[in-house]
């Protein structure tokens, strides 16, 4: 990993510990964290409060310095402002010129990213639309709701039609009607060629639309992996039913019932052969099954037990 320009984004060894006025280090935000994000990607970038995302975000958006290693957007080091040309950036917290009017905010943008003249009124009318922020357009910023800030936000993110959008919590503050049509914009883009990282918060939007994710707790990463492998479920299906007491001894010669309620036992099977046996056996011993609840998990899940009890940390998996 070396500024390959087949990435969009790549982050070798990054540590930043902030210090305070007379140089005593304070915190340690990031604690070497290495990965790649490739071109074409919905790459999620997800952690707890204070995992060290946005400090992240800051690095590759060159505001602040890190205290050690690397990063490189589409194959340049990010003190390059070159390797910014075609990136779309939306920060966390923002305030725009509170004075100017959205339509005016998005033609300002434009200007300063060198949107051809042609093109500005064209996608600023395009992105107003999109956000549903068309009525609003001719009105100051300081008048807009949270939600609205936030979509012109993602509005001027996007008015340069860029390679790689970075976008730090993008939906904060969003009606759901306008997170499920962001998702879907997302995955235009993406189908357009396209990269989106965002840091964010709603793992169930990252679930459905990102290829990959990267948990960062502490500053160190600690899980990185397509969405799809970490959702791969286990074997284990939940069998529930209930059955005379007399008979849930015999039952227990091959499995291991557990008490739910009063009348009703459940069993975990292992396999399918143990759930087509174990419904076999139920039958046979005249139970009423109650429920057969098919493996299941989600990224929520799976983030709860990877930053609550897991310390599993993974060294970036490229091919992943
Ligand atoms: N300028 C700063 N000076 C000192 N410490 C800072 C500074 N900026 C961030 N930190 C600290 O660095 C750590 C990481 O903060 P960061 O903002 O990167 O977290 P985050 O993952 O974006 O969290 P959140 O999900 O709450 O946005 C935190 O402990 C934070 O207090
Ligand atoms: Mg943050």
Redesign the pocket.
């Known amino acids: 990993m070396n500024g390959n320009g087949d990435n969009a984004i790549e982050i070798q060894n990054l540590e930043?510990v902030?210090s305070d006025l007379w140089g005593h280090a304070?915190?340690r935000?990031?604690d070497g964290i290495s990965f790649e994000v490739k071109k074409g990607e919905i790459f999620g970038f997800l952690?707890?409060?204070?995992?060290?995302?946005?400090?992240?975000?800051?690095i590759l958006m060159n505001f602040?310095y890190p205290t050690d290693g690397k990063a490189w957007i589409h194959g340049l080091p990010v003190f390059n402002s070159e390797c910014r040309k075609r990136v779309g950036f939306l920060p966390?917290l923002f305030e725009f010129d509170k004075f100017l009017k959205g339509k005016k905010l998005l033609k300002y943008l434009a200007d300063l990213a060198g949107v051809n003249s042609g093109e500005v009124e064209a996608r600023g009318r395009e992105l107003l639309e999109f956000f549903e922020m068309a009525e609003a357009e001719n009105r100051k910023v300081k008048t807009y709701s949270k939600g609205m800030k936030q979509k012109i936000g993602l509005a001027q993110a996007m008015i340069s039609d860029p390679d790689l959008l970075i976008l730090?919590?993008p939906t904060s503050g969003m009606d759901p009607i306008a997170k499920s049509k962001i998702k879907h914009k997302f995955l235009e883009l993406k189908e357009r060629g396209k990269t989106v990282f965002l840091?964010t918060?709603i793992l169930s939007d990252v679930q459905q639309i990102a290829d990959r994710v990267a948990i960062?707790n502490k500053?160190k990463v600690i899980k990185i992996d397509t969405v799809e492998n970490l959702l791969k479920k286990s074997d284990d299906t939940e069998v529930t039913f209930t059955l005379d007491d007399s008979k849930i001894e015999q039952l227990k010669q091959n499995w291991n019932p557990q008490h739910r309620s009063d009348s009703a036992y459940s069993i975990l099977t292992g396999s399918k052969q143990d759930k087509a046996g174990l419904i076999a056996r139920l039958s046979e011993l005249g139970a009423d099954i109650i429920s057969v609840i098919p493996p299941r998990t989600d990224l929520e899940e799976i983030f709860m037990q990877l930053v609550e009890n897991g310390t599993e940390i993974d060294k970036p998996d490229q091919q992943a």
């Open positions: 930043m902030y304070r915190v935000a990031l952690g707890p409060n204070g995992a060290g995302k946005t400090t992240a975000i800051h602040i966390e730090d919590e840091s918060h960062i500053g």
